[in-house]
């Protein structure tokens, strides 16, 4: 059965409009996204041990042994970790690794309540932990790191008669 939208079969509508037609080449359904594997693959490894997990050593074997029983028709480029930073922690480390998370990546927005570029910084952070493991790639965690550090320098050289303030 197609997907639509809005009741047009959204395939032909974004393929054949001419205003579409230069830009994009292929266009992917949401049962086609493989990404859907990959939240599917951990859900299942977060219901087989929920408390312990599987550990982050063995998480990619236990997921590729997952995608060999439910989707062997995918290459093994095709053959993603789970597809968020709580589906993958709680995979790795069962659900009190996921609220141990949780808490670590919240505990930042309350350094500083009062300044809304840091606020903010983190909300958008969080919004994109929420579809991308981006804290399991060196460059996401550089360019978190990079920018709530420049972050926190800025907000120390500042205020320098503050509390929390590392050149005080």
Same mark, same amino acid.
């Given at each position: 059965? =197609?997907?639509?939208?809005?009741?047009?079969? %959204?395939?032909?509508?974004?393929?054949?409009?001419?205003? !579409?037609?230069?830009?994009?080449?292929?266009?992917?359904?949401? %049962?086609?996204w493989?990404?859907?594997? =990959?939240?599917?693959?951990?859900? #299942?490894?977060v219901?087989?041990? /929920?408390? &312990?997990?599987?550990?982050?050593?063995?998480?990619?074997?236990?997921? %590729?042994?997952? !995608?060999?029983?439910?989707? /062997?028709?995918?290459?093994?480029y @095709?053959?993603?970790?789970?597809?968020?930073?709580?589906?993958?922690?709680?995979?790795?480390?069962?659900?009190?690794?996921?609220?141990?998370?949780?808490?670590?990546?919240?505990?930042?927005?309350?350094?500083?309540?009062? %300044?809304?570029?840091?606020?903010?910084?983190?909300?958008?952070?969080?919004?994109?932990?929420?579809?991308?493991?981006?804290? @399991? &790639?060196? !460059?996401?965690?550089?360019? !978190?790191?990079?920018?709530?550090?420049?972050?926190?320098?800025? #907000?120390?050289?500042? &205020?320098?008669?503050?509390?929390?303030?590392?050149?005080?």
């Open positions: 059965m =197609a997907e639509t939208w809005e009741g047009v079969n %959204s395939r032909p509508a974004l393929t054949n409009a001419p205003e !579409y037609r230069e830009r994009i080449r292929k266009v992917w359904l949401w %049962s086609e493989i990404g859907a594997w =990959a939240a599917d693959a951990g859900i #299942d490894l219901a087989r041990q /929920p408390v &312990t997990g599987t550990g982050f050593g063995d998480l990619s074997k236990e997921t %590729s042994e997952w !995608y060999a029983v439910q989707a /062997p028709w995918l290459k093994d @095709e053959r993603l970790l789970p597809s968020n930073e709580w589906l993958l922690h709680a995979a790795a480390s069962g659900l009190p690794g996921a609220v141990a998370f949780t808490v670590a990546v919240m505990l930042p927005l309350f350094r500083n309540r009062k %300044s809304l570029m840091w606020v903010g910084f983190h909300v958008v952070a969080l919004v994109g932990f929420l579809y991308e493991i981006g804290l @399991e &790639t060196q !460059y996401g965690v550089l360019l !978190y790191v990079f920018v709530a550090s420049w972050m926190v320098a800025q #907000d120390d050289r500042l &205020t320098p008669g503050d509390a929390h303030a590392w050149n005080a």
